[in-house]
């Protein structure tokens, strides 16, 4: 018996240093990814999908290793620490994920979103799918054959979004999305008919005076430069550690409002980033809990913070003095806040009309991987359904299928967590102004240390500890719903379109 206790510890510290140096080399594959996004010469992209590829395979080596699996087999049915618990659960469950994936297929599928990203870029900019089309078609048969190798009898998408979202079920995400797509389409059909018309932000304004005003926003609301920088990048992005958690944005002459939200949603994402426990770093301990509670974090910030009235009272100020506006606090919130059905591009957005992109996405981005839809199609599904949901049909493909990075990436089953993320922070935002007191005149006040203390706490420290479902129930006081969302819209969009509702 004390041979078999003694085992257990021996095992777990073994696990633990193999997963610390397969976390470590990830975290050197995302600073690659970083690179290539943001300061990579052009050229450079043969040499990086091979440098990619092999940091991919030899962290992917670690993970399935016999040892790995014996460790395991030696903790199982052990009596271990919660948080001892929480780790093996976690590395269990990638373990017995990746072990079923060959790792030269990891290899080719690192290698080609590599390879995809210039082309990508290149289809995005000369407005021609047909340059992207055979990379698409690439990524999918090997998503496929990824998903096969997982669960061959399970739905691909399901297995896909596993990756992104382990603990949510695509059941519940597809019932979360319906609810969205019920109670949005007739408050956008009612603001579209309300006739009223909000105040918007004209004019020419200068890249370099929006980065200075997305760096004072990030000071705002308490960015720790000392673990991160501030970067442009054509599609935004948040990537890093705890230690070195960085943020990008993009600028747009005629539209300052948007890169404004861009940057603080990217600081949603990073301040959860920085806020993971140093001391974990390298354990699931130490990483987030998924997407869907990462996206949560950006779009609280980007919405229920950057959008609000009380935010708008106390920034407007800032915004004035660096572009020479005069604008006054309701017409800085009303310009924020402006539904526009007849946009096309998902990052620029409004809060309501943004989940209908995501639906759109959902539903393509599936039929591809079924194999109910073709390739080539693309463009046609995706401008009828987009004018079927929006009443807008692109003008070209680069504001249509080709606008996101995500398929270039080969992030099948990614779309569903960005509304899945702002039906929870919803939650998590009213669990917060439960919580502390006076958060609306602290957000008015550029106060938000008491913000970030509670999402710290209830969210941000513990790391993988819980599955999201019981997470999101500790968090916030119940399961994830549309719910709060919902009544959330009603209320402020009615308030601000005069809707009898």
Same mark, same amino acid.
């Given at each position: 018996?004390?041979?078999?206790?003694?085992?257990?510890?021996?095992?777990?510290?073994?696990?633990?240093?193999?997963?610390?140096?397969?976390?470590?080399?990830?975290?050197?594959?995302?600073?690659?990814?970083?690179?290539?996004?943001?300061?990579?010469?052009?050229?450079?992209?043969?040499?990086?999908?091979?440098?990619?590829?092999?940091?991919?395979? @030899?962290?992917? *080596?670690?993970?399935?290793? =016999? #040892?790995? $699996?014996?460790?395991?087999? %030696? !903790? +199982?049915?052990?009596?271990?620490?919660?948080?001892?618990?929480?780790?093996?659960?976690?590395?269990?469950?990638?373990?017995?994920?990746?072990?079923?994936?060959?790792?030269?297929?990891?290899?080719?599928?690192?290698?080609?979103?590599?390879?995809?990203?210039? @082309?990508?870029? *290149?289809?995005?900019?000369? =407005? #021609?799918? $047909?340059?992207?089309?055979? %990379? !698409? +078609?690439?990524?999918?048969?090997?998503?496929?054959?990824?998903?096969?190798?997982?669960?061959?009898?399970?739905?691909?998408?399901?297995?896909?979004?596993?990756?992104?979202?382990?603990?949510?079920?695509?059941?519940?995400?597809?019932?979360?999305?319906?609810?969205?797509?019920?109670?949005?389409?007739?408050?956008? #059909?009612?603001?579209?008919?309300?006739?009223?018309?909000?105040?918007?932000?004209?004019?020419?304004?200068?890249?370099?005076?929006?980065?200075?005003?997305?760096?004072?926003?990030?000071?705002?609301?308490?960015?720790?430069?000392?673990?991160?920088?501030?970067?442009?990048?054509?599609?935004?992005?948040?990537?890093?550690?705890?230690?070195?958690?960085?943020?990008?944005?993009?600028?747009?002459?005629?539209?300052?409002?948007?890169?404004?939200?861009?940057?603080?949603?990217?600081?949603?994402?990073?301040?959860?980033?920085?806020?993971?426990?140093?001391?974990?770093?390298?354990?699931?301990?130490?990483?987030?809990?998924?997407?869907?509670?990462?996206?949560?974090?950006?779009?609280?910030?980007?919405?229920?913070?950057?959008?609000?009235?009380?935010?708008?009272?106390?920034?407007?100020?800032?915004?004035?003095?660096?572009?020479?506006?005069?604008?006054?606090?309701?017409?800085?919130?009303?310009?924020?806040?402006?539904?526009?059905?007849?946009?096309?591009?998902?990052?620029?957005?409004?809060?309501?009309?943004?989940?209908?992109?995501?639906?759109?996405?959902?539903?393509?981005?599936?039929?591809?991987?079924?194999?109910?839809?073709?390739?080539?199609?693309?463009?046609?599904?995706?401008?009828?359904?987009?004018?079927?949901?929006?009443?807008?049909?692109?003008?070209?493909?680069?504001?249509?299928?080709?606008?996101?990075?995500?398929?270039?990436?080969?992030?099948?089953?990614?779309?569903?967590?960005?509304?899945?993320?702002?039906?929870?922070?919803?939650?998590?935002?009213?669990?917060?102004?439960?919580?502390?007191?006076?958060?609306?005149?602290?957000?008015?006040?550029?106060?938000?240390?008491?913000?970030?203390?509670?999402?710290?706490?209830?969210?941000?420290?513990?790391?993988?500890?819980?599955?999201?479902?019981?997470?999101?129930?500790?968090?916030?006081?119940?399961?994830?719903?549309?719910?709060?969302?919902?009544?959330?819209?009603?209320?402020?969009?009615?308030?601000?379109?005069?809707?009898?509702?």
């Amino acid at each position: 018996m004390a041979s078999e206790r003694e085992a257990a510890p021996a095992a777990y510290d073994e696990l633990l240093s193999q997963y610390e140096r397969a976390t470590y080399l990830a975290d050197a594959n995302g600073v690659l990814n970083w690179d290539q996004e943001v300061m990579m010469p052009e050229g450079g992209t043969p040499a990086r999908s091979k440098q990619r590829g092999a940091v991919s395979a @030899v962290a992917h *080596e670690l993970l399935v290793e =016999d #040892d790995v $699996g014996e460790w395991l087999s %030696t !903790l +199982e049915d052990r009596s271990l620490s919660a948080d001892r618990s929480a780790v093996v659960r976690e590395i269990r469950r990638q373990h017995e994920r990746k072990a079923n994936v060959p790792t030269d297929l990891v290899e080719e599928i690192s290698e080609a979103t590599a390879d995809a990203h210039p @082309v990508w870029r *290149e289809a995005k900019a000369d =407005d #021609d799918f $047909g340059t992207f089309a055979p %990379t !698409l +078609e690439r990524l999918l048969d090997l998503k496929r054959e990824y998903a096969a190798h997982i669960d061959p009898d399970a739905d691909p998408y399901a297995v896909l979004f596993a990756d992104y979202e382990p603990y949510i079920d695509l059941e519940t995400a597809e019932r979360v999305l319906e609810r969205l797509r019920e109670g949005l389409v007739p408050l956008i #059909d009612a603001i579209r008919d309300s006739g009223v018309d909000l105040h918007d932000v004209e004019g020419t304004f200068p890249e370099a005076d929006q980065a200075a005003l997305a760096r004072t926003a990030l000071e705002t609301l308490g960015y720790d430069f000392d673990r991160g920088r501030l970067d442009t990048a054509p599609h935004p992005f948040s990537s890093g550690t705890q230690f070195d958690a960085r943020v990008t944005t993009r600028f747009e002459p005629s539209a300052p409002l948007d890169s404004l939200g861009s940057t603080i949603h990217e600081f949603g994402h990073a301040t959860y980033t920085q806020g993971l426990s140093r001391e974990a770093y390298g354990s699931p301990l130490g990483e987030h809990r998924g997407l869907t509670v990462h996206e949560s974090q950006s779009r609280l910030f980007e919405n229920h913070v950057g959008r609000s009235r009380a935010f708008w009272e106390g920034f407007t100020p800032a915004f004035n003095d660096r572009h020479g506006t005069d604008l006054t606090p309701r017409a800085a919130y009303e310009a924020a806040n402006r539904v526009a059905p007849d946009n096309p591009i998902r990052v620029d957005a409004d809060e309501l009309t943004y989940h209908l992109h995501i639906v759109l996405r959902f539903e393509i981005e599936r039929d591809l991987l079924a194999g109910d839809l073709d390739v080539p199609e693309v463009p046609a599904v995706w401008n009828d359904r987009m004018e079927s949901y929006l009443g807008v049909r692109p003008d070209t493909d680069s504001e249509g299928c080709l606008q996101d990075i995500h398929w270039s990436h080969g992030a099948f089953g990614y779309f569903p967590t960005y509304s899945l993320g702002s039906a929870l922070a919803a939650q998590v935002y009213a669990a917060a102004d439960e919580e502390i007191d006076g958060l609306e005149a602290a957000v008015r006040s550029g106060e938000f240390e008491p913000l970030r203390t509670f999402l710290a706490d209830s969210i941000h420290r513990h790391g993988c500890r819980y599955p999201t479902d019981e997470l999101i129930e500790r968090a916030t006081g119940s399961p994830l719903s549309a719910d709060p969302f919902l009544a959330y819209a009603d209320e402020k969009f009615g308030e601000l379109y005069d809707l009898d509702r």
